[in-house]
């Protein structure tokens, strides 16, 4: 028994945090909560703020009518009954200084919190009433009971923690301080001297230190951007190499474009290319003629006319003789390409199929060995087009559509379907610089910044759901004037049995109050058959209203319709939103977004859609997205399977990110395999960070 735990006290900072002075299992319980499982864990818990002593006022000194920060002592706590204001919790304090009276309206859960000679900090603004006062103030206990606690009188900041249950502020400085005291040794530098130099970073040991025990807020600062600008400098490496390896993927044979299929492509084209479709173009075939292969983002609005640019690319893979597969996330967006492009490939002589999970298996058996011996030039599908036993002839050009829904595993393996096969990603979900540099940057990026014209602006409208009536009125008249509307109601994977319900719901509902037109609906559970044929329906105008979920989300192009209502919008984010929004709009004829809001819903969301009502351009709604709900939300981040940011923060980090990514771009030009002597320390924290995820740089 003793022995384990010599092991554990001798695995330094990975040291379970329970055998920490002063821990023990029970409080190393609450700690886990908050992630702490180590000691290194507790070493790189950064406080939630800094309190600067200095800006604390005495009792004796605060006015009347002003915001003030007290630091004080309790003298007694209780709770008082009121006949109509409920309970109130009432404390006296003091600091030698005066007395002064906090009290809290409506919060039970304040009953218990205060005991005589606890030390607590009280910011909020001062009244009077038979005393000094302050209503509903904002607290921190700092510790129990105290007495003269040294730790705490030493230096004029006082760190703020991220507080557990079980633990006061001061609670949790007493370990660690423990921890500052024995471990801090074990740390060893990750960044190399000329970085900390260049930017007057502390070096790990005195960073670390002084995000505990500062003496002025400006170390505090210094520390945590060290922390942040490393924990970015080793993500913007991994992009690097990775940038790296795909500048150096040979494939078969360069891929020139011949103009056999291209040329009656475009002749059979109902329209030309933009001059922003063919600038994309031009950037893909130059790319494709290399002998390295390409790995290309190419990112455009909802409706920018992606696909074209995309098929365009196919046609030159094969009339060098291999083959091309679109990849698409959901089965309705896979069916949708095949629907649309495939009599048109045929007619220029190019065969292609679809391949879905819905694909029955007699057919797949058959599409497996016409895709096997190139009887099928073009494969259009979903994940289904990864499996094991899919084998192509010669795939030459792979493609993913709305690639943020991949995972990089999926990536990486729809690449294996071919030896080094170009590689083109698109995406209509607008990506902030920020992202662009975490998530892709090892890609080349093009941008199609206009959308084919004749386009009208969507008019978008959040309606109250009093006024339910007038937009039944309003869907009336236009479904009259012979356009078709989508109503979209949410459907979220966690509740999913119920929103189906709901959408089932509201498909009655709209049937019932249309009695004259023909309602469809559509769902993820739908048979594939079954969605076909009412996608199509829909697409043919056989259907006027289609109720939906969010399968439409992706891609869906039906000129035709430009109503859409969305139902609860508060449960979507901007970018989800803008993507819906892009469904409508896709044609010369003015567009409506009517947002139903009820009220009671409204007041979180309610600056998220005002913002949506007002901006149409992706960019600055993404923008937006990032620092209302961070990068997760945006983009799965996770499904990148790049390290999560703890420290850092892609919003207000910008310029550290930025700088982070110079530094690693450059370091990796200048020393591509970290075998330079100077670069010791980076090549053995990279090791150490993700020699676990050693696939992640394998993969494009
Ligand atoms: P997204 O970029 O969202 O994938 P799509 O490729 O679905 O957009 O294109 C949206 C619509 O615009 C389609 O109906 C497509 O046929 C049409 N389109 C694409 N390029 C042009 C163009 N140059 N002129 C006119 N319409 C175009
Ligand atoms: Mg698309």
Request: net charge positive.
């Amino acid at each position: 028994m003793s022995n384990i735990k010599n092991n554990q006290y001798t695995a330094g900072l990975k040291t379970d945090i329970q055998y920490l002075k002063g821990i023990g299992p029970k409080r190393a319980a609450y700690l886990k909560k908050i992630g702490v499982e180590t000691i290194e864990d507790l070493l790189f818990l950064v406080p939630r703020r800094y309190l600067d002593r200095t800006e604390i006022k005495s009792i004796g000194e605060i006015k009347v009518d002003t915001e003030a920060t007290v630091f004080v002592k309790v003298l007694a706590a209780g709770v008082k009954k009121t006949k109509n204001k409920g309970d109130v919790v009432r404390i006296i304090v003091t600091d030698q200084t005066g007395i002064l009276e906090a009290i809290w309206f409506n919060r039970p859960d304040l009953k218990n919190k205060f005991h005589i000679n606890q030390q607590i900090i009280l910011s909020g603004r001062i009244s009077y009433y038979t005393r000094k006062q302050m209503v509903n103030p904002f607290y921190e206990i700092i510790e129990e009971n105290s007495q003269n606690h040294p730790y705490l009188y030493t230096g004029s900041i006082i760190p703020i923690y991220p507080l557990t249950e079980g633990f006061t502020n001061w609670g949790i400085r007493r370990p660690i301080q423990n921890a500052v005291d024995n471990y801090l040794n074990y740390l060893t530098e990750t960044l190399p001297l000329s970085v900390l130099n260049k930017y007057a970073f502390p070096d790990i040991k005195t960073a670390i230190k002084n995000l505990h025990f500062p003496q002025t807020l400006a170390d505090t600062q210094k520390a945590k951007q060290r922390l942040v600008y490393e924990e970015f400098f080793y993500l913007e490496l991994i992009l690097a190499l990775r940038r790296l390896a795909n500048t150096q993927q040979k494939k078969i044979c360069p891929l020139v474009e011949k103009g056999t299929l291209t040329k009656k492509f475009l002749a059979q084209l109902p329209f030309t290319l933009t001059p922003g479709q063919q600038k994309v173009l031009v950037e893909i075939k130059n790319d494709m003629a290399q002998e390295l292969s390409m790995n290309r983002l190419l990112q455009g609005d909802v409706g920018s006319g992606k696909t074209v640019i995309a098929i365009y690319a196919m046609l030159i893979a094969i009339e060098n003789g291999f083959q091309a597969a679109l990849m698409a996330p959901t089965e309705i967006l896979a069916e949708q390409h095949f629907l649309v492009w495939h009599k048109k490939l045929r007619d220029i002589g190019v065969t292609s199929c679809l391949l879905t999970g819905s694909t029955k298996a007699r057919e797949k058996k058959k599409l497996l060995a016409d895709i096997e011996d190139n009887t099928i030039n073009v494969v259009f599908g979903t994940h289904a087009l990864i499996e094991e036993n899919i084998k192509f002839y010669k795939l030459g050009l792979a493609i993913i559509d709305e690639q943020h829904r991949f995972g990089v595993m999926q990536r990486a393996k729809l690449l294996n379907k071919g030896i080094n096969p170009d590689f083109l990603v698109m995406t209509a979900t607008p990506i902030p610089r920020t992202l662009q540099m975490t998530l892709y940057g090892d890609l080349d990026i093009s941008i199609l910044s206009e959308k084919p014209p004749g386009r009208k602006k969507v008019i978008t409208k959040l309606v109250n759901e009093k006024n339910r009536e007038k937009v039944y009125n309003f869907i009336d008249q236009k479904i009259q004037e012979g356009r078709q509307v989508y109503i979209v109601c949410p459907l979220i994977e966690e509740s999913e049995k119920l929103d189906l319900k709901a959408a089932i719901k509201t498909y009655e509902e709209i049937k019932g109050i249309f009695p004259q037109y023909k309602v469809g609906l559509i769902h993820g559970r739908l048979k594939s058959a079954e969605r076909i044929t009412t996608m199509e329906a829909f697409r043919q105008h056989q259907i006027d209203i289609l109720v939906t979920t969010t399968v439409i989300e992706v891609g869906v192009d039906i000129v035709n319709a430009t109503v859409m209502v969305i139902e609860h919008p508060e449960r979507f984010g901007l970018a989800q939103l803008h993507q819906l929004r892009g469904r409508i709009g896709r044609g010369s004829e003015v567009a409506y977004c009517l947002l139903i809001v009820s009220e009671n819903r409204l007041s979180t969301a309610i600056e998220r859609l005002k913002y949506f009502e007002k901006n149409d351009d992706g960019f600055n709604l993404a923008e937006k997205d990032l620092e209302l709900r961070g990068p997760g939300q945006l983009l799965g981040t996770r499904q990148h399977g790049l390290p999560d940011l703890k420290f850092a923060n892609l919003h207000d980090d910008k310029n550290l990110l930025f700088k982070a990514r110079d530094d690693a771009f450059e370091l990796i030009r200048y020393d591509p395999t970290l075998t330079k002597p100077e670069h010791r320390e980076i090549r053995e924290t990279f090791m150490r960070k993700f020699k676990n995820r050693m696939y992640l740089l394998r993969v494009g």
